[in-house]
Each structure stands twice: as structure tokens, then as C-alpha cells.
């Protein structure tokens, strides 16, 4: 397996660099721009925002746990399921 470069494995300080920082900026932009166009069906443009926010930054937040600590996780389907859907 290949070594990832150092600005790979240390995305924080990618982020520092005033050329990466602008680009991760318009991909956050976009992609909340995008989910909340998901969401704007039955909800003001307000709360459509909201909940489009909150869904990238749950997915910003899951995709960190899968490298930081992936044990506290669900592994299975059925686990995956009653945590995004509880009853």
C-alpha cells in the first residue's frame, strides 16, 4: 500500500492553504446547495436550508467517524437501519 502524502493524511492543515480553503469552501457551498434543492419539496426554503445543513454535517460527521473511530459505528444492515430509522 502506498504512503499518502502529508497534506493527505493531515487534512486540517490542507485546509490552511488559502487555495485549498477556498476550494473546500465552493464544495461545502454546492453540496449544501444541492442537498437542500433535495429537501425544498414541502418545506420553506428556510427550514429546507436547515435540514440541508444538517444532513451534509451529519455526513461530514459520519465520513470522520469511519476513520477516527469506527468501532462506534453500526456494522450491519439492521443496525445501519434502527439508528437512521429508530422505531
Same mark, same amino acid.
Given at each position: 500500500?502506498?504512503?499518502?502524502? +502529508?497534506?493527505?493524511?493531515?487534512?486540517?492543515?490542507? +485546509?490552511a492553504h488559502?487555495?485549498?480553503?477556498? +476550494?473546500?469552501r465552493?464544495?461545502a457551498?454546492?453540496r449544501?446547495?444541492y442537498?437542500?434543492?433535495?429537501?425544498?419539496?414541502?418545506? *420553506?426554503?428556510?427550514?429546507?436550508?436547515?435540514?440541508?445543513?444538517?444532513?451534509?454535517? *451529519?455526513?461530514?460527521?459520519?465520513?470522520?467517524?469511519v476513520?477516527?473511530?469506527?468501532?462506534?459505528?453500526p456494522? *450491519?444492515?439492521?443496525?445501519?437501519?434502527?439508528?437512521?430509522?429508530p422505531?
Amino acid at each position: 500500500m502506498t504512503a499518502l502524502p +502529508a497534506i493527505a493524511a493531515h487534512p486540517q492543515v490542507a +485546509a490552511a492553504h488559502p487555495q485549498v480553503a477556498a +476550494a473546500l469552501r465552493r464544495v461545502a457551498e454546492r453540496r449544501i446547495e444541492y442537498v437542500t434543492q433535495l429537501t425544498e419539496l414541502g418545506f *420553506s426554503p428556510d427550514e429546507a436550508r436547515r435540514r440541508g445543513l444538517l444532513i451534509y454535517t *451529519s455526513h461530514l460527521g459520519q465520513t470522520q467517524l469511519v476513520h477516527a473511530a469506527p468501532h462506534v459505528l453500526p456494522t *450491519s444492515r439492521g443496525d445501519r437501519k434502527r439508528v437512521l430509522r429508530p422505531e
